[in-house]
């Protein structure tokens, strides 16, 4: 066996290695290839040293897979090559609010959508409609449910009755102070401006159990307060942040007066 060609062969295998062992270790190792052993000390000392080279490949080659190890997996990609979103259950609701599905007390119903193309326009004027009491009738027609609540673009006023929605007006005013009948009082409601809802063969007492003074404080109706329920005539006040128009409608099933104010 040839020795210099075998110390070519070691020489490469060591300088090949993409991480370079101890100092010591590779100083060691060039000493015993280079150095010129006695004639009968040659073979031991060849075997010593293809022993640590081969050791040093196998520690530096454990040193390399350690530090280039297979990157995690990504995500399947989905289409457009983009990685696919890991699908995640629906988000729990926030404390106190109501479970989806569930509509929150006082909510006040959307109007339904084949309803919406017969409504009226917004105006900033009087408006009034309803139905008069036949001949024969027996006496006002009880109130059931007030509330107020807030809608895509409107905050929304209802009043809700056992039968036909009796006459109405609605009518603007300059400022949210009311008179209460039948006793003349004034009543100041929260707000700058205030609408005045008035219905004539109409009655809350004995029918109507829930508050008489409710205050939403939406963008614009801020307070909706009962003045007056006298002899068959209902009156409520709306305290409005700001003057703004609105419509007043009809609806049934269960029959009721709506008043949209613009926001």
Same mark, same amino acid.
């Not at 060609?5 to 090949?16: G, M, Q, S």
């Not at 609605?170 to 009948?181: G, L, N, W």
């Given at each position: 066996?040839?020795?210099?060609?075998?110390? $070519?062969?070691?020489?490469? #295998?060591?300088?090949?290695?993409?991480?370079?062992?101890?100092?010591?270790?590779?100083?060691?190792?060039?000493?015993?290839? *280079?150095?010129?052993?006695?004639? !009968?000390?040659?073979?031991?000392?060849?075997?010593?040293?293809?022993?640590?080279?081969?050791?040093?490949?196998?520690?530096?080659?454990?040193?390399?897979?350690?530090?280039?190890?297979?990157?995690?997996?990504? #995500?399947?990609?989905?289409? !457009?090559?983009?990685?696919?979103?890991?699908?995640?259950?629906?988000?729990?609701?926030?404390?106190?609010?109501? #479970?989806? !599905? =569930?509509?929150?007390?006082?909510?006040?119903?959307?109007?339904?959508?084949?309803?919406?193309?017969?409504?009226? !326009?917004?105006?900033?004027?009087?408006?009034?409609?309803?139905?008069?009491?036949?001949?024969?009738?027996?006496?006002?027609?009880?109130?059931? $449910?007030?509330?107020?609540? #807030?809608?895509?673009?409107?905050?929304?006023?209802?009043?809700?009755?056992?039968?036909?929605?009796?006459?109405?007006?609605?009518?603007?005013?300059?400022?949210?102070?009311?008179?209460?009948?039948?006793?003349?009082?004034?009543?100041?409601?929260?707000?700058?401006?205030?609408?005045?809802?008035?219905?004539?063969?109409?009655?809350?007492?004995?029918?109507?159990?829930?508050?008489? $003074?409710?205050?939403?404080?939406?963008? =614009?109706?801020?307070?909706?307060?009962?003045?007056?329920?006298?002899?068959?005539?209902?009156? *409520?006040?709306?305290?409005?942040?700001?003057?703004?128009?609105?419509?007043?409608?009809?609806?049934?099933?269960?029959?009721?007066?709506?008043? $949209?104010?613009?926001?």
């Amino acid at each position: 066996m040839q020795r210099r060609p075998l110390r $070519d062969e070691l020489r490469d #295998a060591f300088e090949a290695m993409s991480e370079p062992a101890h100092p010591a270790l590779a100083s060691w190792i060039h000493e015993e290839i *280079w150095s010129q052993p006695a004639p !009968g000390a040659r073979i031991p000392r060849l075997a010593a040293v293809i022993a640590a080279v081969v050791a040093v490949v196998v520690v530096a080659g454990l040193v390399l897979m350690g530090r280039h190890a297979l990157p995690a997996q990504p #995500a399947p990609a989905g289409p !457009g090559g983009r990685p696919s979103s890991i699908a995640t259950g629906p988000a729990s609701p926030a404390p106190g609010s109501p #479970a989806p !599905g =569930v509509a929150a007390p006082g909510a006040v119903s959307p109007v339904a959508p084949s309803a919406q193309a017969t409504l009226p !326009g917004f105006s900033c004027a009087t408006q009034s409609g309803g139905a008069a009491q036949p001949a024969g009738s027996t006496g006002p027609v009880p109130v059931t $449910d007030v509330r107020a609540a #807030a809608q895509t673009g409107v905050d929304r006023f209802v009043i809700q009755f056992s039968g036909p929605v009796p006459q109405y007006e609605v009518k603007p005013q300059a400022s949210a102070m009311f008179t209460r009948d039948p006793s003349g009082f004034r009543v100041s409601l929260e707000g700058s401006a205030g609408l005045q809802v008035t219905v004539h063969g109409a009655q809350s007492y004995g029918s109507y159990s829930g508050s008489t $003074d409710l205050r939403p404080r939406l963008t =614009v109706l801020r307070e909706a307060s009962e003045v007056g329920d006298f002899e068959g005539v209902l009156t *409520w006040g709306l305290g409005l942040s700001h003057a703004s128009c609105f419509r007043a409608y009809v609806l049934t099933g269960p029959s009721r007066l709506v008043i $949209d104010v613009q926001q």
